[in-house]
């Protein structure tokens, strides 16, 4: 294995070409060149793992990004949402506060409306109890006054017996009744009753089932 060497000289008077053979050594050759071949073959292979995990980088990259971009785009609707539902929880408490003032002003409405009707009744009652008291000093006032009799003594006893019957024992008193009008209005009298009874003490309530008419005609 040879190589030729060229070497050109330019001078004024141009020598003929002149061409050395140098011998070299075929086994540091041969290893020289496969050397360089592996090495030119470990760089291809290195540049295609490089250029295979660029790529997979980039892939990984755009991955990344997409998956970025689908976070940010969650991220942006949550805050959205969150935005939302600030602006109803607030809308909520407004609505709140304004129905506490409303049940507010329709309590003091109310306690007002129970004062006034408080008051109106009282009122009510004031001018009832006045209107009676007027027509209670207009009316008619009937006292009736019960004495004896001028002339016929006072209470007597006796006994009655009938035919078939038991004997009876009664009590009884010559009285005289006497109704006037002690009132400024008018009045009639239509009828009058009474009765005699002896009793240990006055009732609350007087029992007119026993009385007997007594007159009958208008007075």
Known sequence: MYVLLLSLVEQAATPPLKVE??????????????ATFAIALFSAGT???????????????AEMKSAGKQTQDLIAQAKDQVAALTKSAEAAQTM????EKQLT??????????????????AAIAGKKSADALVA?????IMVKVDKVPGHGGVFHGAGV?????????????????????????????EILACLDVVDSLPDVPDFKYAQMVQNEPE
């Open 21 to 34: 053979v140098v011998p070299q050594a075929d086994v540091w050759f041969k290893a020289y060149v496969l």
């Open 47 to 61: 540049l295609l793992v490089i250029s295979l995990q660029r790529k997979a980088m980039s892939e990984q990259l």
């Open 96 to 99: 709140a506060r304004s129905v």
């Open 105 to 122: 002003i329709m309590k003091d409405a109310a306690l007002s409306a129970d004062i006034t009707a408080e008051f109106t009744r009282d």
């Open 137 to 141: 000093s207009e009316r008619a006032w």
């Open 162 to 190: 009938g035919p078939g019957t038991p004997i009876t024992q009664s009590t009884g008193a010559p009285i005289r009744i006497t109704c006037k009008n002690e009132g400024k209005t008018p009045a009639w009298i239509t």
